[in-house]
T-cell receptor
Framework: DSGVTQTPKHLITATGQRVTLRCSPR?????VYWYQQSLDQGLQFLIQ???????AKGNILERFSAQQFPDLHSELNLSSLELGDSALYFC???????????FGPGTRLTVL | KNEVEQSPQNLTAQEGEFITINCSYS?????LHWLQQHPGGGIVSLFM???GKKKHGRLIATINIQEKHSSLHITASHPRDSAVYIC???????????FGKGTKLSVKP
């Protein structure tokens, strides 16, 4: 158990819908990262937050947004969902930017 | 060409064999991570290294910065080592990672 929690574990929804994925980092970790793992693209970095502020952006679609709250938990919002958004979404956390990352168990999103 | 390349893509070994997985990267990095992903999907961080060599139990990771190459070795492999091993490069001062496509390892008893 890495200490990073993600909810929900599984999510099945329809095209056009909006969902929110939640991540609680390990106690004491200030940095949160979101990654997407799809069958065709593999693991890709989406976005990073540090102590509530956005620090880096990767291949994140405009339909996706995220934030990190004062209690350091983070949410990833996915809207206008498409079939291609079906993937595993991982959150990871680290104490500081650039230190070892610990991964959550992931949220498996299925868009029908 | 991907910025992080792994080989082999698939690897089957007999229990007890010495295993090597290779990772080459084409960008400047601040650190190289090795991750393990089990069939259930969970990802575990094995190593983070920026130079030299690290060892944890039967796992050894090395990196050669000049050659932009890293290796993950597993000694005395066991069926429970069966997983996908992923190398990931961290660029610059930000923590975000660029991932290889993974090596699927299957260790037969």
């Amino acid at each position: 158990d890495s200490g990073v929690t993600q909810t929900p574990k599984h999510l099945i929804t329809a095209t056009g819908q909006r969902v929110t994925l939640r991540c609680s980092p390990r106690s004491g970790d200030l940095s949160v990262y979101w990654y997407q793992q799809s069958l065709d693209q593999g693991l890709q970095f989406l976005i990073q937050y540090y102590n509530g502020e956005e620090r880096a952006k990767g291949n994140i679609l405009e339909r996706f947004s995220a934030q990190q709250f004062p209690d350091l938990h983070s949410e990833l919002n996915l809207s206008s969902l498409e079939l291609g958004d079906s993937a595993l979404y991982f959150c990871a956390s680290s104490v500081l930017v650039g230190t070892e990352q610990f991964f959550g168990p992931g949220t498996r999103l299925t868009v029908l | 060409k991907n910025e992080v390349e792994q080989s082999p893509q698939n690897l089957t070994a007999q229990e007890g064999e010495f295993i090597t997985i290779n990772c080459s990267y084409s960008v400047g990095i601040s650190a190289l991570h090795w991750l393990q992903q089990h069939p259930g999907g969970g990802i575990v961080s094995l190593f983070m290294l920026s130079s030299g060599k690290k060892k944890h139990g039967r796992l050894i990771a090395t990196i050669n910065i000049q050659e932009k190459h890293s290796s993950l070795h597993i000694t005395a492999s066991h069926p429970r080592d069966s997983a996908v091993y992923i190398c990931a490069a961290r660029r610059g001062s930000q923590g975000n990672l660029i991932f290889g496509k993974g090596t699927k390892l299957s260790v037969k008893p």
